[in-house]
C-alpha cells in the first residue's frame, strides 16, 4: 500500500492481544475480538488473560478466526497486526489482554467515559401488556440488560426497591436509544422514563452537572435561530467560523439537561440539513434553570378504539398522535396540548345517530395530519410524569398514572406541597 503503511509489530516478541468487541456463537459461545500487537496465536494453544484489576487465568484459545468480506474464516495462526477471533474463553471482558503465559505482559486498557444521563427500565405494565412482544417479564428484562454489560462497557446498570425495574445509565440520549431500539428489535417489549442528567458534588458541596462540548455546522440562513435555542440552554459560543459556501461551523459548551430533547428541534429548525456532534467535557457547576417542554399532553380518558369524531374534537385541543382505529387506554397519550396543561379527552367517542338526512359534508370528517414519532423524538417529548411503552410493533406514550381521577389527587397534593 502506498497511503495507509503496515502496523508497526513485532512478531517475535510475547504474545499481546487486547480484547476490543465481545460477541456471540450460538454453537461455540462467547468469542474476544481484537488486534493482535505482539507475537503469534495458534488454534489450541494455552494462553493468560489478564484481568482489568491485574489478575491473571490460565485459558485456552479452541479456535480462531479472521475476517474475509462480510464473512469470518476459521484458521490455525494468526500473527501480529490481524484482527482476530478468539473462541473458548470463559468470563472474558472487553478492555483484558490476552498473553503469552511465560512472559504476561498487559496492554494499556481502555479507557471509558462515566455515564452522564440515567433512564428507568421497567416491565410494560399497560392494559396492552403481552400483545405485541415476545419477552416482557422481569426476569426477561433483566437478564437482557446485564447481559449488555458484557459488550458496552461505557453501560451501568442497578437494580431499584421493585424487582420489576431497573436503572440503566449510559454515555448520552442516543446511547440509551440505541438500546432500546435493539432490544425492540429483539422481540421484547418494556417501558422506560424520562432521561434525568446524573449529578456530582465537589468537596465544597457544590452540586455539579456534565457539560457537553458539542459542535455544529449548519448553514448561514438559520444560524441567529440555532444560536437562540442555545443560548435559551444555557450554551456558551467557544467558537464560529465562516465557509466559503455558504456553511458556518460553531463549537458550544452546554450542559448536557440543555441538550435533552434538543436534537428533534435542531433537525427541525435546520429542514433537516444540520449536523451536530457532540463530546463530553466535564463536571462543572450548575447553569441555573433551563426551560423545559411549554405544551401539555391530550390524554384518552376512555380505553377502546379511536374514532374519527373522538378524533376531530380532540384535534381542537392541538396535535394527535394516532389515527382512527388505534387501540388505546385510560392514561394514553394520544396528542399534544398547544398549552401547557393537560387535558383529558374521550377519542373513543362515536357521533350519536338520529333519523335526521345529513349532507355528505356533515358526515365526511376530515383529520389533519398527524404527528408520527420516532424513538428519539417520543423519548425527547416525556415529561416527568410519562412513560414510554416499547413494543416491536408501537411506541405508545403514556402517563405513570393511569387512572384520571388517581392522576387529578395527586397533581393537586403536588400544588398543596408547593404551596
Not at 220 to 243: C, D, F, I, P, Y
Amino acid at each position: 500500500l502506498r497511503h495507509v503503511p503496515a502496523p508497526v509489530v513485532d512478531m517475535d516478541a510475547p504474545l499481546q492481544m487486547l480484547v476490543t468487541t465481545l460477541d456471540y456463537d450460538p454453537h461455540r459461545g462467547i468469542t474476544a475480538i481484537g488486534r493482535v500487537t505482539a507475537g503469534r496465536l495458534c488454534a489450541g494453544q494455552d494462553l493468560v488473560r489478564i484481568t482489568r484489576d491485574g489478575e491473571h487465568r490460565a485459558e485456552r484459545a479452541r479456535y480462531l478466526q479472521v475476517h474475509e468480506g462480510l464473512q469470518r474464516v476459521d484458521v490455525e495462526q494468526v500473527e501480529a497486526g490481524d484482527i482476530a477471533v478468539v473462541i473458548g474463553l470463559e468470563d472474558v471482558a472487553i478492555g483484558e489482554t490476552l498473553a503469552d503465559p511465560e512472559h504476561p505482559r498487559a496492554l494499556p486498557t481502555i479507557r471509558v467515559e462515566e455515564p452522564t444521563v440515567r433512564m428507568t427500565f421497567g416491565v410494560n405494565l399497560s392494559p396492552l401488556y403481552g400483545s405485541e412482544g415476545r419477552w416482557g417479564t422481569s426476569r426477561r428484562l433483566r437478564e437482557r440488560l446485564f447481559d449488555e454489560l458484557r459488550h458496552d462497557m461505557a453501560l451501568r446498570v442497578a437494580e431499584t426497591d421493585s424487582p420489576d425495574s431497573f436503572e440503566v445509565s449510559g454515555r448520552g440520549e442516543l446511547h440509551l436509544a440505541i438500546l432500546i431500539e435493539t432490544m425492540r428489535r429483539e422481540g421484547y417489549e418494556f417501558q422506560v422514563s424520562r432521561p434525568t442528567v446524573l449529578m456530582r458534588h465537589d468537596e465544597n458541596g457544590q452540586i455539579l452537572e456534565p457539560f457537553e462540548e458539542v459542535h455544529i455546522e449548519t448553514t448561514a440562513e438559520v444560524v441567529g435561530t440555532v444560536v437562540e435555542m442555545l443560548g435559551s440552554r444555557r450554551g456558551q459560543m467557544l467558537n464560529m467560523t465562516n465557509k466559503g459556501d455558504s456553511s458556518v461551523y460553531m463549537t458550544y459548551l452546554v450542559p448536557t439537561r440543555g441538550l435533552l430533547g434538543f436534537r428533534y428541534q435542531f433537525l427541525t429548525a435546520t429542514r433537516g440539513l444540520g449536523v451536530m456532534n457532540s463530546l463530553f467535557h466535564d463536571y462543572l457547576p450548575m447553569a441555573g434553570e433551563i426551560p423545559s417542554r411549554t405544551s401539555g399532553s391530550l390524554v384518552a380518558s376512555e380505553a377502546g378504539q379511536a374514532t374519527s369524531f373522538g378524533l376531530k374534537n380532540a384535534e381542537e385541543r392541538g396535535v394527535l398522535f394516532i389515527t382512527p382505529g388505534t387501540r388505546v387506554y385510560e392514561g394514553m397519550v394520544v396528542g399534544e396540548n398547544q398549552r401547557p396543561v393537560d387535558v383529558a379527552v374521550n377519542v373513543c367517542k362515536r357521533k350519536h345517530l338520529t333519523n335526521m338526512r345529513q349532507s355528505t359534508r356533515d358526515i365526511e370528517v376530515r383529520l389533519n395530519g398527524v404527528r408520527e414519532m420516532s424513538l428519539d423524538e417520543a423519548i425527547e417529548y416525556l415529561a416527568e410524569d410519562e412513560l414510554l411503552e416499547v413494543t416491536p410493533q408501537n411506541l405508545r406514550i403514556r402517563k405513570a398514572i393511569l387512572d384520571t381521577h388517581e392522576r387529578n389527587k395527586q397533581q393537586r397534593r403536588a400544588k398543596m406541597e408547593v404551596a
